[in-house]
């Protein structure tokens, strides 16, 4: 029955590999970090948020009934918005060069805990353009939204426009995670590859390999003789020699 590996062999098996993990490691950063920078093209983010409300009660007072069918109204608010008949319109007065396929991929509709406040969030390489999406479909929602349910709905406001910041930074790709990943999986696959070399290695090196090789105790071993110490003991030896020639008359 083959005994589990000790710490000790783990500690050792990985202190000989250790420039083989470090290495890997190394590459595997170096490469992320190149990928991350300056291959990946960066994506920034813009959101704006608008209130949509129901029609207004007779009573001009809160009807808990209409803030309940307001928020069961979300998830087809979110549908409308990202609709042909919406981004079409975006499309054209902003007389974007894409299809509504690829820009109804780069917006994300979300509402805000279940509330009647919903959130256009939209993502692109630029980010004014980012802001000027979310802006316009706000703002196409808002004029579209009446004719659109019938009149259900006569009441949109934008909370929030997007807005651009002096300096925009990228939200994708995620440079220092990606490079913390690569780290760990560097490690991970440097260390797993020192394990897979050390496994496959069925060279016989020290005296417990034959231990463990033949199942047979070491009744004796040759230790080696350093250079240094062998060149060291050469003039003693000659010494020796001199010393015990004897000259006969």
């Not at 560097?186 to 390999?209: H, I, R, S």
């Amino acid at each position: 029955m083959e005994e589990s590996i000790s710490l000790k062999e783990i500690y050792e098996i990985v202190k000989k590999r250790i420039w083989l993990i470090l290495t890997i490691t190394v590459i595997a950063t170096l490469i992320s970090a190149v990928v991350s920078l300056f291959i990946l093209t960066p994506i920034y983010q813009s959101s704006t948020q608008i209130l949509v409300n129901n029609t207004k009660s007779e009573n001009n007072g809160l009807d808990i009934n209409d803030i309940r069918t307001n928020t069961e109204l979300i998830n087809t608010y979110s549908v409308i918005i990202k609709s042909p008949a919406i981004l079409d319109i975006v499309i054209e007065e902003l007389e974007l060069n894409r299809s509504y396929g690829a820009l109804k991929s780069q917006i994300n509709v979300k509402p805000e805990n279940n509330s009647q406040v919903v959130s256009i969030v939209v993502e692109d390489k630029n980010p004014v353009l980012a802001a000027n999406i979310a802006n316009r479909i706000a703002s196409v929602f808002k004029t579209s939204i009446v004719d659109l349910m019938n009149n259900n709905v006569d009441n949109v406001s934008v909370l929030a426009e997007a807005k651009i910041s002096e300096n925009p930074s990228p939200i994708k790709p995620n440079s220092t995670l990606n490079i913390a990943i690569a780290i760990v999986l560097g490690l991970m696959a440097g260390v797993g590859l020192a394990f897979l070399l050390d496994y496959l290695d069925n060279t016989v090196k020290t005296e417990q390999d034959i231990v463990n090789l033949l199942d047979l105790p070491v009744l004796g071993s040759i230790s080696q003789i350093r250079e240094q110490e062998e060149k060291a003991s050469v003039p003693s030896q000659q010494n020796q020699a001199v010393g015990s020639v004897t000259i006969e008359s």
